[in-house]
């Protein structure tokens, strides 16, 4: 017998029981087993700073819904959970909160600093972990790694020594990517570029005089100056975007096939403001058409001036300290602040007439991807991977098919990537994180780098001293989809999952690993997606995953990437006190179209709220009218009504549409297909039409075996209603049904005629309810209605006929093979030679009808003519947020329909 159901479902009473459940119970426990299929999705590891946002949400929900079906379809499924130690973030965090105690890290110290941020991780750490709980994330947790706990910094040690090893690992003085704020060196991948409006500065540089005063002319010849000092009538103008950097600079470039300089190649000419004598070089990389076509030449500040620096051989002159104030070698305008510099430095060429013009510049420039501070290009001694060997064998994977991309799409971004990939930059000068496993010899400089710490230099000596830098955050995560397995397996670790071997951990990674499909954003594509595939190939020498599901970007209503700074994004958690768990997932899901961006707004989440209690309204309704012995599993074929027929033919039809659109990462047609049938077929047509035989236990029967099979198909997406009902259904106890066996179709209820029956009942239906709505008629006003067939069609029309009277209010029903028009009638095309004619003798009033409909027509014209007129305004269409546009266009189309049908309607009354 069924547990009667509480009238109102109660998101955070039922939620809080069941997330407590799962964690706790076994039997999501994953562990290698012959007899069964794999299935593994590694967690892209938020980091110990994170708090759930709606990009975690929707790609957590994703994972969760995949995990969940392949649990459910008997394979051995794996969601390894974890959390990534993020060396800026955590850092930045730990430095906010000891400058409340008016301390810098520097004052406590590296190994007290680094207790602190231990600390804080003890005690914060895993916020994000456990509201991934509360939103039904059903992952193996037990196993859940952190990327610093012992067992895998061993991994990081090894990867490292290994490469090193390789000659793929070198370090050397390069132009980097450097954050004044964080202090630290980034990836180019860590400073993304954005559009500033800047400028562009247009500064003389005089040329060098003879030693009789002469300056050199186009013609290559000399004229005489009179007054050697201040005349600055012969000199090349530069055009460059960042002022203070010419106080380093070493040499103007132009392009040797500019013939407007090619007579000035190879003259001297004096720094202005630093007096300084350089020399004009000639150099391909220089744009003949950026600013004048001669450019400064700053070898220590520019990646481009590098290059020149590095061919020309020129002196490189770091001007900078790394918080970005001006060192000793910027002269007067030493401890300025760099952008302080820029406009001292600006004012005092204007004051010297060798600022000619500023003119308005839109350029990219590149930002700390943490703290959104403007990168700084630095000349600075950094540890660095060579790419370009690793690369080759990741780009012949995706190439081959062997990895692919969902959607396509992505693939010819990531080989864009691939094919162009420069070496990384994977030292970090922070506290926070793997320090770099390499030592240097105080006496004999040697380098030493070694899985464990050294004892003394091959020469003898123990003065040793460890590389002061981390390891970028970056070169741990690559690692994750087999690293979080215990490998390199060098000696035993403590794992939380049971009794440890390193052979069953072995037989673990044999077994899980390559994983089956991974889950994550656009923006980590370059970070982590094809560092991973690059490191599985290398390590394991295989991929680390088969499949790669790129989901959409989480936006506002108007498009606009949701942040906290821009005040528009929406906090899940508020979502879930709201609406519940469920609402969020269903709703996020739902709008989830492959790949796409979602556009979202607060009310988005009524749909989830409102479906949750539909569920829970007609799964009360059923199991309040069950009788004993009732299971769902009894049903007599032989006694089936059309429309239960129908539901069964209709639940295969859902089941095999929602797997195949798991199986193909469709999840928004998987939840839409799901949810059109449970409420419009099973609620709204199967559900309605069983109340009037509600006692019949075979209609009983029917109802609950579709049930039991829609709380499996809905379980996925709203795992925690579908487990509450399924737990109070006959025969049932709190063991949850993610372990219970996915759905399948019966072929037994494949019945053809049944859905063209019942097609033809709703088509009708249809029909009439909207001639009750263009005719302002009430539910209880009986129709007279004619049902004019082919005769084939004759039979199966005859035997709904008592359906459709009930559900329509139809008096008089008379199925004919006539074709000839009724007079005095509407008729409607509801089956293809099948007429549905509303006879409209005695209904209304012809003559008050043709005025009220004559009304509303004009009224709605006048609607449709001011929605034309805001249309074809370009300005509107230009300025609008598009979604509002494509809402006036949708509501213009449909008022076009509106009008056409009340004309039909308004010329059968004669």
């Not at 004044?180 to 247009?202: F, I, M, N, V």
């Not at 994750?480 to 390193?502: I, N, R, V």
Request: aromatic share 10%; with cysteine; glycine share 4%.
């Amino acid at each position: 017998m069924s547990q009667e159901l509480p009238s109102q479902y109660n998101p955070k009473e039922v939620e809080e029981k069941w997330f407590d459940l799962w964690a706790k119970t076994p039997l999501l426990h994953a562990e290698a087993d012959p007899k069964k299929k794999p299935f593994t999705i590694v967690i892209p590891p938020p980091n110990v700073t994170g708090i759930l946002h709606m990009g975690h949400a929707l790609n957590n929900t994703i994972q969760d819904i995949l995990i969940r079906t392949r649990r459910m379809q008997g394979k051995e499924a794996l969601w390894m959970p974890g959390t990534d130690h993020a060396g800026i973030a955590t850092q930045n965090v730990v430095e906010r909160k000891i400058a409340k105690e008016g301390l810098k890290r520097h004052d406590l110290g590296r190994d007290e600093f680094l207790k602190r941020v231990w600390q804080w991780k003890e005690e914060h750490g895993s916020t994000i972990i456990h509201q991934l709980k509360r939103m039904g994330a059903t992952c193996d947790w037990q196993r859940e790694r952190f990327t610093m706990d012992e067992g895998y910094s061993k991994s990081v040690v090894e990867v490292f020594v290994r490469l090193y090893d390789k000659g793929l690992i070198y370090r050397g003085d390069y132009i980097i990517n450097w954050c004044p704020r964080c202090q630290t060196a980034l990836s180019d991948e860590e400073a993304p570029h954005r559009d500033l409006d800047g400028k562009l500065y247009y500064i003389k540089y005089p040329l060098k005089k003879t030693e009789d005063g002469r300056q050199k002319t186009e013609d290559g010849k000399t004229k005489k100056q009179k007054n050697i000092k201040t005349d600055y009538t012969d000199y090349i103008v530069v055009a460059t975007t960042r002022p203070e950097t010419m106080l380093g600079d070493t040499a103007v470039a132009v392009n040797p096939t500019d013939k407007r300089y090619k007579h000035l190649i190879g003259e001297t000419i004096i720094l202005p403001l630093m007096e300084r004598e350089i020399k004009i070089i000639a150099d391909h990389l220089v744009d003949k058409k950026f600013g004048t076509g001669a450019v400064k030449v700053t070898p220590a500040h520019d990646p481009n001036d590098y290059q020149m620096g590095k061919t020309h051989n020129l002196e490189f002159i770091n001007i900078m300290h790394p918080d970005g104030v001006l060192n000793e070698n910027a002269g007067d305008y030493a401890q300025m602040d760099r952008f302080e510099a820029r406009e001292a430095i600006i004012e005092d060429l204007k004051e010297r007439k060798l600022l000619l013009k500023i003119d308005e510049h839109k350029h990219a420039v590149g930002h700390c991807y943490r703290c959104h501070t403007i990168v700084e290009p630095y000349l600075s001694k950094q540890w660095f991977v060579k790419m370009k060997p690793l690369s080759k064998p990741a780009i012949k994977a995706v190439k081959s098919g062997e990895i692919k991309f969902y959607l396509k799409r992505w693939t010819k971004v990531y080989l864009n990537w691939m094919e162009n990939i420069k070496d990384w930059c994977i030292s970090r000068q922070i506290w926070w994180g793997h320090r770099l496993p390499v030592w240097y010899c105080q006496d004999c400089k040697a380098v030493l780098v070694s899985r464990v710490t050294p004892e003394k230099c091959a020469c003898g000596s123990t003065k040793l001293e460890q590389d002061l830098d981390v390891l970028d955050t970056w070169f741990s995560s690559w690692l994750w989809p087999f690293a979080t397995f215990g490998w390199p397996f060098l000696e035993k670790q403590s794992m939380d999952h049971g009794p440890w071997t390193m052979d069953k951990q072995k037989q673990e990674l044999s077994y899980f690993y390559p994983t089956s499909v991974l889950v994550t954003a656009p923006e980590i594509i370059f970070f982590w997606v094809a560092r991973m595939i690059m490191a599985g190939l290398e390590f394991m020498e295989e991929i680390p995953f088969h499949d790669v599901y790129i989901h959409g970007t989480v936006r506002d209503e108007e498009g606009k990437k949701m942040s906290k700074s821009l005040g528009n994004s929406i906090d899940p958690l508020d979502i879930i006190a709201q609406y519940g768990a469920d609402a969020l997932r269903f709703s996020l899901i739902a709008i989830a179209a492959s790949g796409s961006d979602i556009f979202l707004s607060t009310e988005r989440f009524q749909q989830g709220r409102n479906f949750a209690n539909k569920i829970w309204n007609a799964s009360r309704f059923i199991m309040m009218n069950l009788k004993d012995g009732v299971t769902g599993e009894n049903i007599d074929q032989k006694t089936l009504k059309v429309q239960d027929i129908w539901v069964l033919s209709a639940l295969n039809d859902a089941i095999k549409k929602v797997t195949k659109s798991i199986d193909t990462f469709k999840f928004n047609e998987a939840v839409n297909s799901v949810y059109e049938f449970f409420w419009h077929k099973f609620c709204d047509w199967y559900v309605e039409i069983a109340k009037d035989s509600i006692g019949d236990k075979n209609t009983q029967e029917v109802l609950l075996h579709v049930l039991k099979r829609s709380l499996l198909l809905l379980s996925p997406f709203m795992p925690f209603i579908t487990d509450e009902i399924s737990s109070k259904l006959p025969g049932k106890t709190n063991e949850t049904i993610a372990i219970a066996n996915w759905p399948v179709p019966n072929k037994a209820f494949e019945n053809k005629a049944a859905v063209c029956a019942m097609e033809l009942v709703f088509a009708c239906v249809f029909a009439l309810r909207n001639r009750r709505a263009e005719l302002n008629l009430l539910p209880q006003v009986p129709l007279h209605v004619r049902l004019s067939t082919p005769e084939k069609k004759k039979k199966a029309a005859e035997s709904v006929v008592s359906l459709i009277k009930h559900l329509a209010n139809v008096a008089e029903l008379d199925v004919t093979t006539l074709k000839e028009a009724v007079p005095n009638a509407l008729s409607s095309l509801v089956d293809k030679d099948v007429h549905l004619d509303l006879l409209l003798e005695g209904l209304v009033d012809p003559e008050k009808e043709k005025a009220r409909l004559d009304k509303q027509v004009a009224d709605l014209v006048k609607q449709l003519r001011s929605k034309e007129v805001m249309l074809a305004n370009k300005e509107f269409v230009k300025k609008a947020p598009q979604a509002v546009v494509e809402k006036e266009k949708e509501r213009t189309v449909e008022l076009k329909n509106t009008i056409g049908r009340l004309k039909e309607v308004r010329n059968a009354f004669k």
